[in-house]
């Protein structure tokens, strides 16, 4: 059965184009995918995020419990709101999911899941859970009569349009740095964004979802669907789950390692899997060189070290030229000519950081 997030009748209302979205009746957009995305670079423009899974942990080993769970370390979080962004492994170090964390307190947390893992990933916690016989109780978010709904603003003019709506939020969240959340009454605002502009997700009850959403619109910020998300985080060079990596893939292969303690004592799910096998590939941007096609996932990358692959790729809105990240041998360096098979043709490419635009600028 296909599942709906509180704001379906709202997309609709906004005439909204909408598909399934691995089993959510999502939004595409909302007649230009282009004007959604250049109105978040250039301005602002919200998301219904609302199918993502927020989890509350809470307990007293709930701080034990993370600190086996995931791949980053908790330890880390020292001050009320503090976010982390890490991967939940499984035991040959794949990413069964790649995920948020909030500190409240040493006893409770906050975290952000897939969509279309959170089944799989609250089956995977309860086993582990249990397994280990810790004290800690594992609330979603997502349904029910504690139901949260999530927005996210984001873009240039972002933060004053959520001020401009919601005024009594702005003494809380005008100080908040990148991957940080404050609470504010019913709101849960947090300044992790997934497009590479400023602007914030803010969780509210789903029944007081619709209001904000008319009332951001009515200020300007542009509806945005799941077309306009995808080449922006693309562009960011964020990495989506299910194609950057996924249960099969080391998030050292991902271009996660960032995300991995691997020095700390303590021990968690997979860290001995990554030792016992290190990196085998990198993860690097690709700028399409030459005409005649459009870099997307699964086209072969041909180097002077081997073959690699593309994992996401797209036409950039904001580069006018074709951008793709892509898992690519050690040894390829960024500005390395390439080529990539696209329909029988080898194709040059350049090889750079994968990061295209940030903060309303192309960087590639």
Same mark, same amino acid.
């Given at each position: 059965?296909?599942?709906?997030?509180?704001?379906?009748?709202?997309?609709?209302?906004?005439n909204?184009?909408?598909?399934?979205?691995?089993?959510?009746?999502?939004?595409?957009?909302?007649?230009?995918?282009?004007?959604?995305?250049?109105?978040v670079?250039r301005?602002?423009?919200?998301?219904?995020?609302?199918?993502?899974?927020?989890?509350?942990?809470?307990?007293?080993?709930?701080?034990?419990?993370?600190?086996?769970?995931?791949?980053?370390?908790?330890?880390?979080?020292?001050?009320?709101?503090?976010?982390?962004?890490?991967?939940?492994?499984?035991e040959a170090?794949?990413?069964i999911?790649?995920?948020?964390?909030?500190?409240?307190?040493?006893?409770h947390?906050?975290?952000?899941?897939n969509?279309?893992?959170?089944?799989?990933?609250?089956?995977?916690?309860?086993?582990?859970l249990a397994?280990?016989?810790l004290?800690?109780?594992?609330?979603?978010?997502?349904?029910?009569?504690?139901a949260?709904?999530?927005?996210?603003?984001?873009?240039?003019?972002?933060?004053?349009?959520?001020?401009?709506?919601?005024?009594?939020?702005?003494?809380?969240?005008?100080?908040?740095?990148?991957?940080?959340?404050?609470?504010?009454?019913?709101?849960?605002?947090?300044?992790?964004?997934y497009?590479?502009e400023?602007?914030?997700?803010? +969780?509210? =009850?789903? *029944? @007081?979802?619709?209001?904000?959403w008319?009332a &951001?619109?009515?200020? !300007? #910020?542009?509806?945005c669907?799941?077309?306009?998300?995808?080449?922006?985080r693309?562009?960011a060079?964020?990495?989506?789950?299910?194609?950057?990596?996924?249960?099969?893939v080391?998030p050292l292969?991902a271009?996660?390692?960032?995300?991995?303690?691997?020095?700390?004592?303590?021990d968690?799910?997979?860290?001995?899997?990554?030792? +016992?096998? =290190?990196? *085998? @590939?990198?993860?690097?941007?690709?700028?399409? &060189?030459?005409?005649? !096609? #459009?870099?997307?996932?699964?086209q072969?990358?041909?180097?002077?070290?081997?073959?690699?692959e593309?994992?996401?790729?797209?036409?950039?809105?904001?580069?006018?030229?074709?951008?793709?990240?892509?898992?690519l041998p050690?040894?390829?360096?960024?500005?390395?000519?390439?080529?990539?098979?696209?329909?029988d043709?080898q194709?040059? +490419?350049?090889?750079?950081?994968?990061?295209?635009?940030?903060?309303?600028?192309?960087?590639?």
């Open positions: 059965m296909t599942q709906k997030t509180v704001l379906n009748d709202t997309h609709r209302r906004f909204a184009k909408m598909v399934d979205f691995g089993g959510w009746d999502m939004p595409v957009n909302y007649g230009s995918q282009i004007e959604e995305h250049h109105a670079r301005d602002s423009g919200m998301f219904d995020v609302s199918h993502m899974c927020m989890v509350d942990l809470a307990g007293p080993d709930t701080k034990p419990f993370l600190l086996r769970l995931i791949a980053n370390n908790v330890d880390k979080l020292k001050s009320a709101g503090k976010a982390l962004y890490s991967a939940m492994l499984n170090g794949g990413v999911d790649d995920l948020i964390v909030y500190y409240i307190d040493d006893t947390y906050r975290m952000v899941i969509a279309g893992t959170a089944d799989k990933d609250l089956a995977w916690m309860a086993t582990r397994e280990w016989q004290d800690v109780s594992i609330t979603q978010r997502r349904a029910g009569d504690n949260l709904a999530i927005i996210a603003v984001q873009g240039p003019k972002a933060r004053e349009k959520v001020w401009q709506v919601l005024p009594e939020t702005r003494a809380a969240t005008e100080v908040l740095k990148p991957f940080f959340a404050a609470s504010v009454g019913d709101y849960f605002i947090a300044s992790t964004g497009t590479g400023d602007g914030f997700e803010i +969780a509210l =009850p789903a *029944a @007081q979802a619709d209001r904000l008319q &951001l619109a009515d200020a !300007g #910020v542009q509806p669907g799941l077309g306009a998300r995808d080449t922006l693309l562009e060079g964020m990495n989506l789950y299910g194609q950057d990596m996924d249960e099969t080391s292969d271009g996660l390692a960032w995300t991995v303690d691997l020095v700390a004592p303590r968690f799910v997979g860290k001995a899997a990554l030792l +016992a096998k =290190p990196q *085998a @590939q990198q993860f690097l941007g690709l700028l399409l &060189l030459d005409r005649g !096609g #459009v870099l997307r996932a699964h072969k990358v041909n180097t002077a070290q081997g073959a690699g593309i994992t996401s790729g797209t036409f950039s809105p904001t580069l006018q030229q074709s951008i793709a990240l892509a898992r050690l040894g390829v360096a960024i500005g390395d000519t390439v080529t990539v098979e696209i329909r043709k194709l040059k +490419a350049s090889v750079v950081k994968p990061v295209f635009a940030r903060n309303g600028k192309a960087l590639a």
